[in-house]
């Protein structure tokens, strides 16, 4: 079974540059995440969908990040404009249900530098 | 408000020695808990989840943990630490209702010394 896939693999902006991160979760999977991964810290939720609907987007910051996920499959997350702060790595998982029991499966992520 | 603790940057183990990551959690109502593992450069891989029955769960890789409800403990254990073992292990929450989100703990570091 593929897992999660995730592109760029890395990108580096400058700031006020906009950019953008794509993910294909696992077949089948109705609910889709995506994580900022500040360097030494835990992951930390920044959207999720189920199917093609937001279900939780209460820590994305909506002056600058966006994401959709147009026909419940894939998703794109796009930064604009970017700052030295969002320099981070992102992490996209995928869920099969969506339930509390669910395990989350994560892609390699994408690291962004912003200088 | 819901948290993961763990306490420790980093355990180094010998090669062959029992291993011991610690995790305590801070939750109201009933915690699903998960362990994964993330190596350099690499997306964080599931390595076991404790949902509800059996307090000891057992994972991939030869890991397991311990669920301790009276000490909010879900502690990753192996028996006998391989060098490949060496990562970085993250400890995570869910509550049983409400928001799906992990929260995750900040992570141990795991080195195994040959």
């Known amino acids: 079974e593929a897992g999660v896939a995730q592109s760029p693999r890395y990108k580096i902006i400058e700031k006020r540059q906009s950019v953008a991160f794509w993910c294909n979760p696992i077949?089948?999977?109705?609910?889709l995440y995506w994580y900022q991964q500040i360097l030494g810290q835990g992951p930390k939720l920044l959207i999720q969908f189920q199917n093609n609907g937001v279900v939780d987007d209460s820590q994305l910051p909506k002056d600058r990040f966006s994401a959709e996920r147009l026909k419940g499959v894939d998703s794109t997350l796009k930064i604009q404009p970017a700052k030295l702060e969002d320099s981070a790595v992102y992490l996209c998982?995928?869920?099969?249900?969506?339930?509390?029991?669910?395990?989350?499966?994560f892609g390699p992520g994408t690291r962004l530098t912003v200088l | 408000a819901q948290s993961v603790a763990q306490p420790e940057d980093q355990v180094n183990v010998a090669e062959g020695n029992p291993l011991t990551v610690k995790c305590t959690y801070s939750?109201?109502?009933?915690?699903?808990l998960f362990w994964y593992v993330q190596y350099p450069n690499r997306g964080l891989q599931f390595l076991l989840k404790?949902?509800?029955?059996?307090?000891l769960v057992k994972g991939s890789y030869g890991f397991e943990a311990e669920f301790n409800k009276s000490q909010t403990s879900f502690h990753l254990k192996k028996p006998s630490a391989l060098v490949s073992d060496s990562a970085l292990y993250f400890c995570a929450l869910v509550r049983d209702t409400g928001r799906r989100a992990l929260t995750f703990g900040s992570g141990t570091r795991l080195q195994v010394q040959p």
């Open positions: 939750v109201s109502g009933n915690p699903y």
């Open positions: 404790y949902i509800t029955g059996d307090n």
């Open positions: 998982a995928s869920g099969l249900s969506g339930d509390n029991t669910d395990t989350q499966y």
């Open positions: 077949s089948g999977h109705a609910t």
